[in-house]
């Protein structure tokens, strides 16, 4: 876990030329800093990126219930919603394609991205570049610390979430009282 140190100075700062300040860290309960380039990615990368837990909180022999149906290929209108959804000034993901191009080409792209997306779920294939992501750290003026990452919104993701979130609900697969990351 880290935080950021706050930035302090008397003189009155536009904000546009700052950088990552000294990030505190704690490596096997020992407090340290983290004040090189590469000392603050790796510190920011294991915040955000945690390890999987060394033993599984799954009980063994554990016996799974019969799968639900898994999720339905998406309509165009579906589609279409989805892209709606999407804020359009969001910074673009490795493809360099920015939201708002989605949003105001969707009528000459539906087609396309219907049987792209049909071909993901007939075919169980999910190309290789769609698996890398960047995450970036923008400090915003008084907030001196970030602990969560916030994904990036993109188009299959969005509607993948939807129904396995739609799924979740109808087969009762959440506690009574989950609240949390659910719609509403």
């Not at 799968?67 to 989805?82: H, S």
Request: aromatic fraction near 10%; charge should be positive; hydrophobic fraction near 35%.
């Amino acid at each position: 876990m880290y935080t950021a140190n706050k930035y302090v100075t008397n003189e009155p700062s536009d904000f546009s030329n700052t950088q990552v300040p000294t990030l505190k860290t704690t490596t096997n309960g020992t407090p340290s800093e983290a004040s090189t380039n590469e000392e603050k990615v790796k510190a920011l990368t294991d915040s955000f990126f945690p390890p999987p837990p060394p033993v599984s909180s799954i009980p063994q022999p554990f016996e799974y219930p019969n799968p639900i149906p898994g999720i339905r290929l998406f309509f165009r209108c579906r589609i279409q919603a989805a892209v709606k959804l999407l804020k359009p000034y969001k910074a673009p993901g490795p493809d360099g394609i920015p939201n708002i191009i989605l949003s105001k080409c969707i009528d000459a792209l539906i087609d396309h991205l219907y049987f792209i997306y049909r071909a993901v779920l007939e075919h169980d294939v999910y190309h290789e570049r769609w698996l890398t992501s960047t995450t970036l750290v923008l400090c915003k003026i008084d907030k001196p610390a970030y602990d969560v990452a916030k994904a990036l919104d993109k188009l299959l993701s969005t509607l993948v979430t939807a129904d396995l979130s739609h799924l979740a609900k109808k087969y009762h697969m959440l506690p009574p009282r989950q609240f949390g990351g659910c719609p509403g």
